[in-house]
């Protein structure tokens, strides 16, 4: 089974049973300004423990969104659609540690992404907004979900 655990926050996954499990990774230390609040998950396959993907989620104090970025699958594990499986547990964090701050209101995820990924993000229901812009010497355009709290 795969399980994020993150204090009371737990999300499981049976589909992918004995291949890989998906867990926040307190403490994690980059060189980004944002690390002191961001949370990032690590699916890592069982039981060589080997990492194969990455995810971050903050939200900067007083901000109305939260930011998705740092999504990132080995190339040789793309295609068991793991960037399906950490997008949508960042999803789950988010829906959760919303609720727990009272949130009822849909929420804002925004990513920034890459162009010829903008089409992964869409089928989320991620929307452009904007026009394409650079960043880090790559064309990204700004792409947001406005997520329902409620079912």
């Known amino acids: 089974m795969c399980s994020i655990t993150n204090k009371s926050f737990l999300w499981k996954q049976r589909s992918m049973s004995s ?4 867990m926040p990774v307190p403490g994690f230390r980059a060189h980004h ?5 961001a949370t990032h998950f ?8 080997t990492p194969i993907g990455t995810i971050r989620v903050y939200k900067n104090p007083g901000a109305s969104y939260y930011k998705l970025s740092r ?3 080995l190339k040789d594990y793309r295609k068991y659609s793991f960037g399906r499986t950490l ?3 960042l999803h789950d964090w988010v829906k959760a540690t919303a609720q727990q701050a009272g949130e009822v209101r849909p929420v804002q995820i925004v990513a ?4 010829y990924v903008k089409g992964f993000y869409a089928k989320f229901g991620y929307e452009p907004e904007g026009d394409e812009f650079d960043e880090e010497g790559d064309p990204h355009q700004k792409m947001v979900l406005r997520l329902p709290l409620q079912p």
């Open 19 to 22: 291949f890989a499990f998906l």
């Open 33 to 37: 300004s944002m690390e002191d609040i």
């Open 42 to 49: 690590l699916l890592r396959l069982i039981p060589s423990l």
């Open 71 to 73: 999504l990132a699958v």
């Open 87 to 89: 997008v949508l547990a």
């Open 112 to 115: 920034h992404s890459q162009i």
